[in-house]
């Protein structure tokens, strides 16, 4: 029985396997196939070679030289690490609100909330250009950060409620009984059981954020504001004559690191099921 | 170290809920007061207005002498367990106990000193650097009694601590919990639904029912004098008899037969001024097997006979249970014991049940008739309606 039951498994782990291999393969595929095209020379761009013939760092040299770029990478970095910011610290105290208070319009709060986050935000490109003009926003930094955080923070708002809703209650009031104030009892046992919920907040907002091409190219104009996928966009090469695909794939590959860097560092963070052994035996 | 004082402390909820009604308890400093009552009888609630968790509506609560309404639980130097331990899970068992102290901003080696002293105390020693996760049921509850005592509070609270114990534990636990108690001598008010629990840890009881409390007392006076029906029934495992009986001139007529008052009884229900139908309740160990009853002093008794249901041997004495013709006996009140201990629907329709605690030299058998006296001084009688004891002395 446990031979045959053994022999099952392992055909079903190397059919599980083959799956994922695939499935794998078929996400990365595209990602491997830019990784290689930012390697190679120009002559050899369009040789159709997976693996480059000649490898060469010309195209990540030359996107740095240019100020289009580099003033695309920082206004990226700035505006998303900013809008996050503000998304995560509003939406952290408007969670805790919906799930520890009960206030006259609690599920108003939370069902317009959802609404603007289903919101299609093409229908606002147009009016968020005129209402930008006119304020003087347009192709500013605020001018993109307040959308983004229209769009991040009832995101952050909706996660970050279910992520308190798992805090039992009961360990607020023991902190309150050892005699916490109300701001030590955040601080010290509910602010690090909502860590967690906090950084995977982060880390989908700072995606949303990173990721915008729709506001940012309808709300900027110049290389003032202008974000890295804005900025691919209207990559040219160094001459106009340049075939700019080897450029595009260095960028697009620079453009990801931050990201997989943010998720490394937040990563380490989200340590699942924090909260077992609170309650209960 | 202090006495606590309810005066008229009611709580009404936001929501319209009168949870707590006009109680009125006195709790000397030192003492060992449970609070009982069947779940949603507002026992958790009068806690938590003692903690300071949950406001006070209307009435006052003294702590010391001083009036503590408005005070932030913080403030009022009370520490509390929590049915669920709310054990910090974050925090290793150290940091768990020391919380309170750092709070208080305790200097690091007298931190150090009181958490192993309670750790010594609750025999967690060996455990001080594990976090709550990977602690058993038992484990954690006295980490979350560790927490309670590190900082010599002047009262603990205790809300139903040992109900997510397994039994073994739980009786365990409830030894420890008596002899810290003493050994700390601080005030402590214990909340449970387990009657068993109340009637073994505290130096008084008081007994709650909708919000209201029935009778506050020692724990054998509750068990002999209870005020009314709802206390009858509650103390006490097996719970007392209750048979409905009319009452004509010092003669009960109930299913049990025709039953003489002694003369005692007797003037206690004439001074009680009695209704002519009412509930005699008799607790099980009240009844005797007859043929070991001595002949003097089966004159002070009634003796009946009966089927034998079902007979359990304990070993020390027998449990037999009889079904006896006639209706069972109703009121509000124990129609509500009834929904609590879940046996509204197990005891429903044919006769009065009956459990009677006899010697376990008894010759009874399952399936065949039984003769079975009572001590007819031992009776209590109540008001069907109100549910009051007719029969209740002082002493
Ligand atoms: N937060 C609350 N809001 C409204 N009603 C409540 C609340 N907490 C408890 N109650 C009600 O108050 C009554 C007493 O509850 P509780 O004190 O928890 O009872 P116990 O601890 O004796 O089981 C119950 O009827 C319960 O439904
Ligand atoms: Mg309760």
Same mark, same amino acid.
Request: hydrophobic share 45%; aromatic share 8%; charged share 20%.
């Given at each position: ?6 022999? +099952? ?120 250009? +005129? ?38 209650? +009961? ?111 | ?9 009611? !709580? ?18 030192? #003492? ?10 507002? !026992? ?38 929590? &049915? ?54 038992? &484990? ?19 809300? #139903? ?52 409390? &029935? ?61 002519? #139908? ?89 399936? #065949? ?27």
């Amino acid at each position: 029985m446990a031979g045959i039951g053994g022999a +099952e498994t392992t055909a079903k782990k190397t059919r599980w396997g083959i799956l994922n291999a695939v499935v794998v393969i078929y996400a990365l595929f595209p990602v491997l196939w830019i990784v290689s095209l930012s390697f190679k020379s120009k002559d050899t761009l369009a040789d159709g070679n997976f693996i480059p013939r000649s490898w060469t760092f010309d195209n990540y040299s030359e996107i740095f030289k240019t100020t289009e770029f580099v003033r695309a990478l920082a206004n990226s970095i700035g505006i998303a690490l900013i809008a996050t910011a503000v998304a995560v610290v509003f939406g952290t105290m408007a969670a805790y609100a919906i799930a520890r208070l009960d206030f006259p319009g609690k599920s108003l709060l939370v069902g317009v909330s959802l609404l603007i986050a289903m919101f299609p935000q093409v229908s606002l490109v147009s009016p968020l250009f +005129e209402i930008e003009r006119s304020l003087g926003l347009f192709d500013t930094w605020p001018g993109l950060i307040l959308p983004y955080i229209t769009f991040a923070l009832p995101l952050a708002i909706y996660t970050l409620s279910a992520f308190f809703r798992e805090i039992p209650w +009961e360990l607020e009031k023991a902190a309150k009984m050892d005699g916490a104030t109300p701001g030590q009892a955040f601080r010290r046992v509910i602010a690090p059981l909502a860590a967690p919920g906090v950084f995977t907040t982060a880390i989908l907002v700072f995606i949303f954020c990173w990721n915008d091409f729709l506001f940012a190219i309808s709300l900027t104009s110049t290389e003032r504001s202008r974000t890295v996928p804005v900025a691919l966009s209207f990559f040219t090469g160094s001459s106009q004559f340049e075939d700019p695909t080897g450029s595009i794939a260095a960028a697009a590959v620079v453009i990801t690191i931050p990201i997989i860097l943010f998720v490394l560092f937040f990563q380490r963070r989200i340590v699942a099921g924090l909260t077992s052994g609170a309650v209960k035996g | 170290m202090a006495e606590i004082v309810l005066d008229k402390v009611t !709580k009404k909820y936001p929501d319209g809920a009168l949870a707590v009604q006009e109680v009125d308890i006195e709790i000397a400093d030192g #003492e060992f007061i449970i609070l009982v009552g069947p779940s949603g009888c507002g !026992k958790s609630t009068t806690l938590n207005m003692i903690a300071g968790l949950e406001d006070i509506t209307t009435g006052e609560l003294r702590i010391g002498g001083e009036r503590v309404n408005e005070r932030a639980p913080k403030d009022r130097d009370i520490a509390m367990v929590f &049915q669920s331990y709310a054990l910090y899970p974050h925090m290793t068992v150290r940091e768990n106990m020391a919380f309170p102290l750092r709070l208080a901003k305790v200097d690091n080696a007298t931190v150090e000193k009181k958490v192993n002293d309670a750790a010594d105390i609750l025999d967690l020693g060996q455990h001080l650097d594990r976090k709550p996760s990977n602690l058993s049921g038992g &484990q954690r509850q006295r980490v979350a009694m560790g927490r309670a005592i590190v900082r010599s509070p002047k009262a603990f609270l205790m809300d #139903e601590p040992l109900s997510n114990l397994d039994a073994k534990l739980r009786v365990q636990m409830r030894t420890s919990v008596s002899r810290l108690q003493k050994q700390l001598g601080t005030t402590m008010v214990y909340v449970t639904h387990d009657q068993t629990e109340a009637m073994t840890l505290g130096d008084r009881v008081v007994v709650m029912r909708g919000g209201a409390v &029935q009778q506050i007392g020692a724990p054998q006076y509750l068990y002999d004098h209870p005020a009314n029906l709802f206390v009858a029934g509650f103390i006490g495992s097996p719970s007392m008899n209750f048979v409905p009986a009319g009452l004509e001139n010092g003669l009960l007529r109930s299913p049990l037969g025709d039953i003489q008052l002694t003369d005692r009884i007797r003037r206690l229900v004439e001074a009680a001024d009695a209704p002519s #139908e009412v509930i005699v309740g008799i607790r099980p160990e009240h009844f005797e097997d007859s043929s070991l009853v001595e002949e003097h002093q089966r004159g002070g008794g009634h003796t009946f006979t009966s089927n034998v249901d079902v007979l359990e041997s304990m070993g020390s004495d027998k449990f037999a249970y009889f079904t006896l013709s006639g209706e069972q006996a109703t009121s509000a009140e124990l129609a509500e014991l009834a929904a609590d201990s879940g046996t509204a629907e197990a005891s429903g329709g044919g006769g009065v049940s009956l459990v009677t605690r006899i010697d376990a030299a008894s010759t009874a058998k399952e399936g #065949e008739q039984a003769e079975i006296w009572f001590n007819a001084d031992k009776v209590q009688l109540f008001d069907p309606q109100s549910g009051r004891n007719l029969t209740y002395t002082e002493d």
